[in-house]
């Protein structure tokens, strides 16, 4: 590389250029550097660059339009004013197989993480005490022989207790950090997400042999049964989802696919019903035996016909004799009539394919309630065929190499944290006590490019390169019934001092007084890319359909028992149901303006937190939309406006998550309350996951509408109400 | 024959999600006005997802019908507006000049979709947000009604390309925003005079309805029902 290029002699340029302007307008030099573009930018013309969108674990392929602009950048300790290549909208990849041109509304929103006011410019010190979130923007050199130092302490003092925490995002960036932490001779990194469904993986690695999350061939289904799934929303791969739910609901000529969703609360996915089946909290799995009860009873299926599956749950051999469309009403409140008819038509309408996820797994019999999916699906034959359900080909299991947080908690506290982007202050539950183990931590480094209710913790901040500002991947779990991997150059230069974070780790990892062994083959996240992401490096295309159990089945056939829920039913009448919410999925992403003023696709609040109530629930405590309630658990109380919704039953509350934050930026901080808070600490006992559905609750009318609960006016008039219009 | 540009959204396969309305902010430079005003019913949303209740729990259904400017043939608004900001084109487009409108808001007021904002400030980014600024697109200022536009940079760029190659209009072509992202291809955008387009195919579909169609406003976007599940017959 030549020391000088054109592009860099024009960076020098535009940058002495810009600072002469600042000191004097008008100046000529000025005007000569601002009309130079970047070499491959023509100015009011648009090129595409392709990314992946970092906002949730779907990995989804996009599309950047760049174009030129006029942009205030922070760089090597100084305010600047460049023009450069900026990202102005972000769309689908139509050549990814999982976006298809297509973007879910997060994705559409995701181009604010980059232009957020808030965002870290420079990497900052802690100057005042822990948690006040006071710090001083210090040097990349300061910052990086802080952190250098703290890990040569801890190699020195034997094991490396260092622990790296991130959110799960399976990927090329995940197996770089995995592998630095292992040849410093640390503990495998540990990924932390509210609402990730470790049970569900349990589930399929039992039955079916692949710890992994499974994907749906919604395009070609006749018969889908979602049991909780928010799958047209938030779970899991809701964009995937969505396109193929489209080819579904487009699918020419032929009978017209039906879609029942069971869920205690009505979801965003559970208004594209075609039926919506209400059940009690935690008894889905009651439901799914009570199916299979009647399809192995009426002769439609035999038992064996769902093999492992089917053996792992107690009574199937005997055509499940206890859940009897009777029986299933009385623990589900499903009404018989409907169990059985429903049974009857999924087995007849094929091809059929049932789907469990989200609330019924946060149960403490999560994994029987799985399982009991897995049989059905096992049962009708779902499994690896057009229109079922199959296991997307894996080079390795991310998830596996990774530990809980409870885990590491559990443990000694390390003695360096790093984080990376998850913030178990927010989205765990209070009763965790997640604030006083990183109290224990000496020592915390965060590579988020925001302060959050956990970074705020941090000892040292090195703000990470956005997304669009770096080289990105992904190589989620779940979503098509191909292997995809996803590998994208920078979209745009970076606007601040900011650092990829690999780049971080790799550079630390030259300057440890003990180097890493053996030394890491690529010098940059960027070298690891382009030697280890190519087509060959794909797994071979492992068979999606059945997966050979191997195996040798030593799990003893589970039983389905109704849920065990915190709190006693007469102190605490109401189930209380938190949701991720369509804006902000687990309130990772309420810092973003766009999605504050989202309304919301059921009660078109924006800017709010509010609880949803039955209309009778409404009247026994005298409340109306908007009145301030207190909801009360055993772990804590907060207090929230509600909305009287048709869509949950009188013994049911429900919260969207993602508001309450303390610290996390200007359009965040303050605002409404957090459900996650107020959880006990209950867990699914197979994987120790939070049960975050397993919490039972009392509510008060503390106060009337004090217009903290904010919706969207707009609606079609008949008559245009000239007293009442918006003008 | 000069375009006529029109609409559809099937309500069958929409579930709801918002993404066009995310999309159609990132597109159109729609300022947020943050919760204050918000609170006021001044917040912007060119469009907008209804959803309708049936029932009660638990045989409870809703329904979802994203409600953009309908672009009536016959639009209320056109007719009130005094310094003719608001006004048809050639081609069918419902749409306001911003640098007429004086801020009467009486095109709001006449509006039966309830589906014109007006600017009571002027738009706030906070640095840098502003940088997300779509450049094809104006910004509007305090004192002006702004409306959904069917995208007409998109319209106006895609008529430029074809130009550019010598070429007629393909059908798809031209993709409004909230067309381009919505993940379930729900709403179909295209040229009503072009028989063979998919808009103008499913315009007449037996599961069209226009919305408030008696007032008389003969509005450009077709909604089609949603359809129920019936048993098949299995004989």
């Known amino acids: 590389m030549t020391p000088m290029d054109r592009r860099r002699f024009l960076k020098v340029t535009a940058i002495t250029g810009t600072t002469a302007a600042l000191a004097g307008c008008g100046n000529p030099e000025n005007q000569i550097v601002r009309f130079i573009p970047e070499e491959e930018l023509v100015p009011g013309i648009a090129v595409w660059k392709p990314s992946v969108c970092p906002l949730c674990a779907a990995g989804c392929g996009v599309i950047a339009r760049v174009m030129d602009g006029e942009a205030e950048v922070f760089r090597k300790g100084k305010p600047g004013l460049t023009r450069m290549g900026l990202a102005r909208k972000l769309e689908g990849d139509p050549a990814h197989p999982l976006s298809k041109g297509r973007l879910c509304v997060r994705g559409q929103a995701a181009v604010q993480v980059t232009y957020h006011p808030d965002r870290l410019v420079a990497p900052q010190r802690r100057s005042g005490d822990r948690g006040t979130g006071q710090f001083t923007e210090i040097s990349w050199e300061e910052a990086l022989s802080l952190l250098t130092e703290r890990l040569d302490a801890s190699v020195a003092a034997g094991p490396a207790q260092i622990a790296f925490l991130s959110r799960p995002r399976p990927g090329r960036r995940h197996e770089l950090v995995a592998e630095v932490l292992r040849r410093l001779g640390a503990p495998a990194p540990v990924t932390f997400e509210i609402f990730d469904d470790a049970v569900l993986r349990r589930a399929n690695e039992l039955s079916f042999g692949r710890h992994q999350l499974p994907t749906l061939d919604l395009a070609h289904t006749r018969y889908l049964v979602s049991f909780g799934a928010d799958l047209l929303g938030t779970w899991n791969s809701p964009l995937a989802h969505s396109v193929a739910y489209g080819a579904m609901r487009h699918a020419p000529g032929g009978v017209r696919p039906k879609f029942v969703q069971v869920e205690p609360r009505m979801s965003q996915t559970g208004a594209s019903a075609d039926q919506w089946l209400a059940v009690r909290p935690g008894t889905e799995g009651a439901l799914a035996l009570g199916l299979a009860h009647v399809i192995m009873k009426a002769g439609l299926r035999a038992a064996p016909a769902a093999g492992r599956a089917g053996a792992l749950v107690d009574g199937w051999a005997s055509g499940l004799p206890d859940f009897t469309p009777e029986a299933v009403e009385r623990e589900t409140g499903v009404p018989a009539a409907r169990v059985d008819r429903l049974a009857r038509e999924f087995a007849t309408y094929g091809p059929a394919v049932a789907v469990i996820g989200g609330a019924p797994l946060a149960h403490t019999n999560g994994l029987a309630q799985a399982l009991a999916v897995n049989a059905l699906n096992a049962l009708v034959g779902s499994i690896g065929v057009e229109g079922g359900t199959a296991f997307m080909p894996q080079s390795a299991s991310p998830q596996a190499q990774a530990r809980t947080l409870r885990e590491t908690m559990a443990a000694a506290p390390p003695q360096v944290l790093l984080l990376d982007d998850a913030n178990p202050v927010f989205a765990a539950p209070a009763a965790w006590k997640v604030t006083e183990w990183l109290r224990q931590v000496p020592f915390i480094a965060s590579f988020g490019s925001f302060i959050d209710e956990t970074s705020a913790h941090a000892d040292l901040l090195l703000p990470d390169h956005s997304f669009l500002e770096s080289w990105v991947d992904s190589a989620p779990e779940s979503g098509a019934t191909s292997f995809v991997a996803t590998v994208a150059p920078p979209a745009m230069r970076p606007l601040y001092d900011t650092r990829s974070m690999p780049d971080v780790l790799l550079e630390v990892g030259r300057r440890l007084k003990q180097p890493l062994t053996p030394a890491m083959p690529w010098q940059t996240f960027e070298e690891m890319l382009q030697t280890a992401a190519t087509p060959e490096s794909a797994p071979t295309p492992a068979a999606t359909g059945r997966p050979a159990a191997t195996q040798p089945l030593t799990q003893p056939p589970t039983a389905w028992r109704a849920p065990v829920l915190d709190g006693s039913a007469d102190e605490y009448p109401f189930h209380f149901l938190p949701f991720a919410s369509q804006a902000f999925l687990d309130g990772s992403l309420a810092h973003l303006p766009w999605l504050q003023e989202l309304p919301d696709p059921l009660t078109t609040a924006m800017w709010s937190s509010w609880v949803e109530i039955n209309v009778r629930t409404a009247e026994q405590l005298g409340v109306a939309d908007g009145d301030i309630v207190e909801v009360t658990s055993t772990a804590g109380s907060l207090r929230a406006p509600v909305v009287i919704s048709p869509g949950i039953g009188p013994d049911a509350v429900a919260m969207p998550v993602g508001q309450g934050h303390e610290t996390f930026t200007r359009y965040a901080s303050g605002r409404g309350a957090n459900p996650l808070a107020i959880l006990a600490p209950i867990a699914e006992p197979s994987t120790g996951q939070l049960a975050w559905s397993a919490t039972r609750v009392k509510l008060a009318k503390v106060a009337e509408a004090d217009g903290s609960l904010i919706l969207f006016a707009g609606a079609t008039r008949e008559r245009p109400d000239h007293t009442k219009g918006r003008g | ?235």
């Open chain 2, 1 to 235: 024959m000069a375009h006529r540009w029109g609409m559809v959204v099937d309500l069958d396969s929409c579930t709801g999600c918002e993404a066009c309305v995310t999309a159609c902010h990132a597109e159109n430079n729609i300022p947020t006005v943050g919760p204050t005003e918000a609170a006021r019913g001044r917040a912007m949303h060119w469009l907008r997802v209804e959803r309708y209740w049936e029932g009660d729990f638990p045989d409870v259904k809703v329904k979802f019908k994203p409600v953009m400017c309908q672009h009536c043939d016959n639009a209320p608004c056109e007719a009130v507006c005094p310094t003719y900001a608001s006004h048809q084109t050639d081609e069918g487009l419902n749409a306001q000049v911003y640098n007429r409108c004086i801020g009467t808001r009486y095109c709001a007021n006449a509006c039966s979709y309830n589906v014109r904002f007006f600017n009571f400030f002027n738009p706030q980014w906070e640095k840098p947000l502003q940088l997300q600024l779509n450049p094809d697109v104006s910004v509007r200022e305090v004192g002006v009604m702004e409306k959904c536009t069917f995208c007409v940079q998109r319209i106006k760029a895609g008529k430029t390309a074809a130009k550019a190659e010598d070429r007629e209009l393909k059908d798809g072509d031209i993709q409004p925003a909230c067309a381009q992202s919505c993940p379930t291809g729900s709403i179909i955008f295209g040229d009503l005079n072009d028989h063979e387009s998919r808009a103008a195919r499913f315009t007449h579909s037996p599961r069209g309805t226009k919305l408030l169609e008696d007032e008389g406003t003969a509005p450009k976007v077709t909604y089609l029902q949603r359809q129920s599940w019936n048993e098949p017959d299995t004989q």
